[in-house]
């Protein structure tokens, strides 16, 4: 594995300028996100400015991608506003240093490669459920709308902006229309210029010239911006508030996770790199780690200020530093303006990072192909929306784990199987078998497919069923079976009882090596006898014809104790030296 600075290997003064200015741009993007996503989760706008500077040095230092960059995310927004509705700033605080405790603990444990395995539907389900609620959320603002409280879910949020909309005030919506079409046209006319930019300095500037005191503005909201950082301090944790923060702590750092290897995922894309998913949580951890400590809130990777970062030339991980420079050049220089933005014309900031979020194409496209994955979307989506986050995920995850186990349990089969005498090699065939042609003596199943759980019942009776009492041998040709679990093999040792019972014995040909080993671990191994598995099926019907009262007789409708009847329908008598495939 490559250290971290290995990175920066082949750095030159050419790179240290690409760095440069693509850590400008960025810079200038994310300060205007830091500050409405914060002022979104329910926090003050400064908060989400610091979390922008710790998180663009520590992902950038100790982070898994070269062109990462991080910081607050719309997708934390309801997250966190809902911690902070009911538990308090201070715990949100504790819940992120907890968070990033558990995600450096996933990277040392190499858990990265797990989150990759979160199913499609359910992502697009929470990332457009999440969208929705950013949007919504900003109804009120961009509408101007006076004495609202704030409320965590949905339903209640829309019934509380209906029941103000008399209190809608045109100032406030013309500044937000404004800064709208700043937003959208910008970056078509000037695409050098950050359109979020464009649409705060312009609108803030036609708001404090024509019509001062009119909207409500950051300032007048939550209070003079701070220049500089605050003083470093430890969140106030205790045993009780480590218990009751656990679960948020582990949406925050489960989201985190999913979010930045997205991000780093996307980097990989544009820039034909390959990131260490492990290491790239590691940094996500200890920049949440470090976050709380100056009072900011969670962070993640970003996937449009990533984006942003490649598109304007990156070169290594110092752009990503850069841009944390930058944010906190312009917190020291220019805070005391910022308090002047009205909160109005940050809404349409927030609502297009919501429409550019939503996944809307892959939401479509996996909702028409009408599959149990549509339900699966669905069902997240809508409970993302008006219930909560972490349900939603829960039930996302839950309903895909029985969807897995639904089709794999399908997929196994249990088919009889005699040789095929047409075929010079004798090959087992399934279309040999049938009411007038088999063998009461000697039973031949080929089992295909994962032997778990969820389908070792229809694997036992689907061979119990097909098995008579007179029959003395079982041949299982387990060739097929890449996987057996402990369920399975308890079915196996009841099918092997039986056949034992009655005097018979079961033989087992082309088993792999995981269920093998599984069998050797549990016993049944020896249960079944270690001379009665073999490599090819072939052998084993040698084998098993040494045990037959007939040995020529395998195909018979009659009991092979008895030569064939059916001389108007003569049945080839199986040669002992017969292949028979390759199990």
Not at 346 to 361: F, G, H, I, Q, T
Request: charged share 15%.
């Amino acid at each position: 594995m490559k250290t971290a600075w290995g990175r920066f290997s082949g750095y030159s003064f050419q790179s240290l300028r690409e760095d440069l200015l693509a850590g400008l741009i960025v810079g200038i993007v994310a300060i205007p996100l830091s500050m409405a996503f914060a002022i979104a989760s329910g926090v003050k706008p400064e908060y989400g400015i610091y979390s922008s500077i710790i998180a663009g040095i520590f992902i950038s230092l100790f982070g898994g991608s070269r062109f990462q960059i991080g910081g607050p995310t719309g997708a934390f927004i309801p997250i966190l506003l809902g911690i902070v509705m009911v538990y308090g700033y201070e715990n949100l605080l504790i819940a992120g240093f907890m968070a990033g405790i558990i995600l450096v603990l996933m990277g040392v444990f190499r858990l990265g490669s797990l989150i990759k395995f979160i199913p499609r539907p359910v992502t697009v389900g929470f990332t457009s459920g999440i969208a929705v609620i950013i949007a919504s959320g900003q109804i009120g603002n961009f509408l101007g709308l006076s004495g609202m409280e704030r409320h965590e879910d949905f339903i209640s949020s829309m019934a509380e902006a209906i029941s103000h909309l008399n209190t809608l005030n045109v100032y406030s919506v013309g500044t937000a229309l404004l800064s709208l079409v700043l937003i959208l046209a910008t970056p078509r006319l000037l695409p050098r210029i950050p359109g979020p930019l464009a649409g705060l300095i312009v609108a803030s500037v036609v708001a404090n010239l024509f019509y001062p005191g009119q909207v409500a503005t950051i300032g007048s909201t939550f209070g003079e911006i701070a220049s500089g950082l605050p003083a470093f301090r430890w969140p106030s944790i205790s045993w009780e508030s480590m218990v009751n923060m656990l679960q948020p702590a582990l949406v925050i750092a489960l989201l985190g996770g999913i979010e930045s290897l997205l991000s780093a995922v996307v980097a990989d894309r544009m820039t034909g790199s390959k990131h260490d998913s492990n290491r790239e949580l590691i940094g996500q951890g200890i920049a949440n780690i470090a976050a709380p400590l100056v009072g900011g809130i969670p962070v993640t990777g970003a996937i449009a200020r990533t984006a942003t970062n490649i598109r304007n030339g990156a070169a290594s991980p110092v752009a990503g530093i850069v841009h944390a420079l930058v944010v906190l050049a312009v917190l020291l220089l220019f805070a005391p303006y910022a308090s002047r933005i009205p909160i109005a014309s940050m809404a349409p900031v927030l609502m297009v990072v919501a429409w550019n979020m939503s996944e809307r194409k892959e939401f479509l496209s996996l909702l028409r192909t009408r599959t149990s994955d549509s339900v699966i979307l669905l069902a997240t989506f809508l409970l993302t929306v008006f219930v909560n986050l972490t349900v939603a995920v829960e039930a996302g995850l839950a309903l895909a784990i029985l969807q897995f186990i639904w089709k794999m349990s399908n997929s196994v089969k249990v088919t009889k199987v005699l040789p095929d005498h047409e075929d010079r090699s004798n090959k087992v065939r399934a279309h040999v078998v049938s009411e007038l042609h088999d063998c009461p003596q000697f039973r031949i199943c080929t089992v295909e497919g994962p032997l778990f759980f969820g389908a070792a019942k229809i694997f036992g009776s689907l061979v119990l069923d097909t098995l008579p009492h007179t029959q003395r041998i079982l041949l299982l040709r387990m060739g097929k079976v890449p996987y057996l679990d402990t369920t399975a093999d308890q079915n196996l040792a009841d099918i092997v009882e039986q056949v034992h019972r009655s005097g018979g014995i079961v033989l087992v040909s082309g088993i792999q090596a995981q269920p093998r080993e599984m069998l050797q671990k549990t016993g049944l191994y020896r249960m079944i006898g270690e001379q009665h598995f073999f490599e090819h099926t072939g052998k084993a019907i040698d084998f098993a014809l040494t045990k037959l009262e007939n040995k020529k007789c395998i195909g018979c409708k009659h009991f092979a104790f008895q030569e064939c009847t059916l001389l108007s329908n003569p049945i080839k008598p199986l040669l002992t030296n017969s292949k028979g495939g390759d199990g």
